[in-house]
């Protein structure tokens, strides 16, 4: 059987780029949160939650951000708890799934953006800890904790379901290919020459911070403890993270901060700033179609496998760091990295291509059979569109400043290398947490969020 290597990438955008009133919801969105028009972005979600049962937690999250940003924070909690709860309720259903074959083959046999949005690992963190967070801008630390506790929780979680999931599908998808395209035979032959990881991950192995690992959940989650009183989950959670972030000096030392147990500190007059910045990579539609020579019960014929695949589409942002000034202080203190959620969706995306490849090549082969061989039992394969679903307000990265409380409670924020700066006063407190969004400019974005301690 000749598999030629060659093949021929067509990138197209997941969906049409429309402008003005032909834009898409997508674009409407993602265009309005970026300006900082939050309640125009919160309406386009609460109308496509309705409108789009499968895309419904996807518009659930973009909803709780949008609420969540713009200070409605009873909204807020709701969203994200009702995007929670959606989680588990999509894996139930996906355990109900692999224990029906039928059915099992019917949703693979379907373009995967058909089927219900089940949500990435890394957003399902990132769901609870904004939970979290807005649990404890409302003053409730404790439930804050326990949303901090659930966000690991699901990292835990993706370690024994993934393996179980993609184990599942693989053998369904097997059994698919030796019914309904018997003549093709094994897959891996077509896998490995439709196979376009290699032009897109330099680095397949890639794992960022650990395997599902989120350095920003677990250092909030540590900080939090820490002005909690719970000095041995603050200490755990900071080493945590500096094993993680080791070339993030102001983490580093706050995990050296602890003495000898019992002998540990109490934090008094700090102040953490915390900015996100930019938008993580987009998902774009790339289209793939490879020449081959696929045996039918007659003999051989030459034909094409059309496939089409999520890419990552990096984001530029305006930023790549910022600054804080205060009375006091000689010399501006610069951020530090905290968390690089571009490398934390490469790293899924990489863990999941494989996978994800396998089952275009599978629907690709079907499709081909049975446009083959007239007489085919093979089923209709719908002509493929890749899955490009993504909770879309996540950053690009998260920074992270940490300094002691300035004398007339002030300071200054501003870009690295930029003239515009924020002003921001502290109320009287013990220690606070300042929360920034920076979706695009410093100008267009949300007022920073001042949570106090005491």
Same mark, same amino acid.
């Given at each position: 059987?000749?598999?030629?290597?060659?093949?021929?990438?067509?990138?197209?955008?997941?969906?049409?780029?429309?402008?003005?009133?032909?834009?898409?919801?997508?674009?409407?969105?993602?265009?309005?949160? %970026? +300006?900082?028009? $939050?309640?125009?972005?919160?309406?386009? #979600?609460?109308? *496509?939650? =309705?409108?789009? !049962?499968?895309? &419904?937690?996807?518009?659930?999250?973009?909803?709780?951000?949008?609420?969540?940003?713009?200070?409605?924070?009873?909204?807020?909690?709701?969203?994200?708890?009702?995007?929670?709860?959606?989680?588990?309720?999509?894996?139930?259903?996906?355990?109900?799934?692999?224990?029906?074959?039928?059915?099992? %083959? +019917?949703?693979? $046999?379907?373009?995967?953006?058909?089927? #219900?949005?089940? *949500?990435? =690992?890394?957003? !399902?963190?990132? &769901?609870?800890?904004?939970?979290?967070?807005?649990?404890?801008?409302?003053?409730?630390?404790?439930?804050?904790?326990?949303?901090?506790?659930?966000?690991?929780?699901?990292?835990?979680?993706?370690?024994?379901?993934?393996?179980?999931?993609?184990?599942?599908?693989?053998?369904?998808?097997?059994?698919?290919?030796?019914?309904?395209?018997?003549?093709?035979?094994?897959?891996?032959?077509?896998?490995?020459?439709? !196979?376009?990881?290699?032009?897109?991950?330099?680095?397949?192995?890639?794992?960022?911070?650990?395997?599902?690992?989120?350095?920003?959940?677990?250092?909030?989650?540590?900080?939090?403890?820490?002005?909690?009183?719970?000095?041995?989950?603050?200490?755990?959670?900071?080493?945590?993270?500096?094993?993680?972030?080791?070339?993030?000096?102001?983490?580093?030392?706050?995990?050296?901060?602890?003495?000898?147990?019992?002998?540990?500190?109490?934090?008094?007059?700090?102040?953490?700033?915390?900015?996100?910045?930019?938008?993580?990579?987009?998902?774009?539609?790339?289209?793939?179609?490879?020449?081959?020579?696929?045996?039918?019960?007659?003999?051989?014929?030459?034909?094409?496998?059309?496939?089409?695949?999520?890419?990552?589409?990096?984001?530029?942002?305006?930023?790549?760091?910022?600054?804080?000034?205060?009375?006091?202080?000689?010399?501006?203190?610069?951020?530090?990295?905290?968390?690089?959620?571009?490398?934390?969706?490469?790293?899924?995306?990489?863990?999941?291509?494989?996978?994800?490849?396998?089952?275009?090549?599978?629907?690709?082969?079907?499709?081909?059979?049975?446009?083959?061989?007239?007489?085919?039992?093979?089923?209709?394969?719908?002509?493929?569109?890749?899955?490009?679903?993504?909770?879309?307000?996540?950053?690009?990265?998260?920074?992270?400043?940490?300094?002691?409380?300035?004398?007339?409670?002030?300071?200054?924020?501003?870009?690295?290398?930029?003239?515009?700066?924020?002003?921001?006063?502290?109320?009287?407190?013990?220690?606070?947490?300042?929360?920034?969004?920076?979706?695009?400019?410093?100008?267009?974005?949300?007022?920073?969020?001042?949570?106090?301690?005491?």
């Amino acid at each position: 059987m000749r598999i030629p290597l060659r093949f021929i990438t067509t990138p197209v955008l997941a969906s049409a780029l429309f402008f003005g009133a032909c834009a898409t919801r997508r674009e409407a969105f993602d265009k309005a949160f %970026e +300006a900082g028009r $939050l309640e125009k972005a919160e309406n386009i #979600s609460q109308t *496509a939650i =309705t409108k789009s !049962r499968p895309d &419904a937690l996807e518009w659930l999250l973009r909803a709780a951000d949008s609420a969540h940003f713009a200070g409605k924070l009873n909204d807020a909690v709701a969203t994200y708890a009702r995007a929670c709860e959606l989680f588990h309720l999509r894996d139930s259903e996906n355990q109900a799934l692999m224990r029906d074959p039928a059915r099992m %083959e +019917a949703s693979l $046999l379907k373009n995967s953006g058909e089927n #219900s949005y089940f *949500a990435r =690992t890394y957003e !399902r963190i990132f &769901a609870e800890t904004r939970r979290g967070e807005a649990l404890l801008e409302s003053g409730d630390p404790r439930a804050a904790r326990k949303a901090f506790a659930a966000a690991e929780a699901w990292r835990e979680n993706a370690m024994k379901r993934i393996p179980l999931e993609t184990s599942g599908r693989s053998r369904a998808l097997d059994a698919l290919l030796a019914r309904d395209a018997p003549a093709a035979g094994d897959h891996a032959p077509y896998f490995a020459a439709t !196979r376009f990881c290699e032009q897109y991950v330099k680095d397949p192995a890639f794992d960022a911070y650990g395997s599902h690992a989120n350095p920003y959940s677990t250092y909030i989650s540590a900080i939090v403890a820490l002005l909690d009183g719970d000095a041995a989950s603050a200490e755990a959670g900071l080493k945590a993270a500096a094993v993680m972030l080791q070339r993030n000096q102001q983490v580093i030392n706050e995990a050296n901060w602890f003495g000898p147990s019992p002998k540990h500190p109490e934090a008094a007059n700090r102040v953490w700033v915390i900015i996100e910045n930019g938008l993580q990579p987009r998902l774009r539609e790339v289209r793939v179609e490879s020449r081959q020579d696929l045996p039918t019960p007659t003999g051989t014929i030459s034909t094409k496998l059309h496939l089409a695949l999520p890419v990552l589409e990096v984001i530029d942002s305006p930023y790549t760091g910022f600054r804080v000034n205060s009375s006091g202080r000689k010399e501006p203190l610069y951020s530090e990295v905290l968390a690089n959620v571009d490398a934390i969706a490469r790293a899924e995306y990489n863990q999941a291509l494989p996978d994800l490849t396998k089952h275009e090549t599978v629907r690709a082969l079907i499709r081909a059979s049975a446009s083959a061989s007239p007489n085919t039992t093979a089923p209709k394969v719908p002509f493929p569109a890749a899955n490009t679903r993504q909770w879309s307000t996540l950053p690009k990265n998260i920074h992270l400043l940490t300094f002691n409380m300035p004398a007339d409670r002030t300071f200054t924020l501003s870009s690295t290398h930029g003239a515009r700066s924020l002003p921001v006063t502290i109320p009287p407190c013990k220690n606070a947490i300042i929360l920034f969004r920076v979706p695009g400019t410093l100008s267009d974005a949300p007022p920073p969020r001042v949570l106090t301690f005491n």
